[in-house]
T-cell receptor, first 114, second 115 residues
């Protein structure tokens, strides 16, 4: 069965410091991996995705994510956090061979302090 | 339109009432998905359409939930005889194709509160 784990409910970081939001996944086939961000009372906004190829994926607003097949991880990173990055972040996976729906993690709240 | 739109944004229903939630996908997108997001949780899949065909409804929690997309564009999610456990945010997403790595783009959601 497909699943996504985001082990941290909340991540706190000071503005200007690097941030990491962790995600691990489980699928039977090849994974397509996604990160979305959700601001209060807003829908999910797409940040980036991994399909194949280069393990480091760059996305919107300076975010990037590193795909690690051996660790089945897809951690979201940013070199220098902004207060405006404070939001709820969701990792999602789709089975490249069998899936249509996205399977989401529970989400991680990122809080960036000034 | 520029993005996925949903209406109403907020809906309050008394237990036992029927509700209808509307989704307007991005123009030209073949695939349309409905998800349910409970408080403090990630979205969970409900159902999926490819054009007007409902190809997967495995996530619908009960036979009180019904979705349609009769002309392959706008979709409606209907919940009959609402229960308190139906309270959640209902998200609609669309993508250009159904499989592969296509990105699903989400609407703002409809927050349903059942009293």
């Amino acid at each position: 069965a497909q699943s996504v784990a985001q082990p941290e409910d909340q991540v706190n970081v000071a503005e200007g410091n690097p941030l990491t939001v962790k995600c691990t996944y489980s699928v039977s086939g090849n994974p397509y991996l996604f990160w979305y961000v959700q601001y209060p009372n807003r829908g999910l906004q797409f940040l980036l995705k991994y399909i194949t190829g280069d393990n480091l994926v760059k996305g919107s607003y300076g975010f990037e994510a590193e795909f690690n097949k051996s660790q089945t991880s897809f951690h979201l990173k940013k070199p220098s956090a902004l207060v405006s990055d404070s939001a709820l972040y969701f990792c999602a996976v789709r089975d490249g061979q069998a899936g249509t729906a996205l399977i989401f993690g529970k989400g991680t709240t990122l809080s960036v302090s000034s | 339109g520029a993005g996925v739109s949903q209406s109403p944004r907020y809906k309050v229903a008394k237990r036992g009432q029927d509700v209808a939630l509307r989704c307007d996908p991005i123009s030209g997108h073949v695939s349309l998905f409905w998800y349910q997001q409970a408080l403090g949780q990630g979205p969970e899949f409900l159902t999926y359409f490819q054009n007007e065909a409902q190809l997967d409804k495995s996530g619908l929690p009960s036979d009180r939930f019904f979705a349609e997309r009769p002309e392959g564009s706008v979709s409606t999610l209907k919940i009959q005889r609402t229960q308190q456990e139906d309270s959640a945010v209902y998200l609609c997403a669309s993508s250009f194709r159904d499989r592969g790595p296509d990105t699903q783009y989400f609407g703002p959601g409809t927050r349903l509160t059942v009293l």
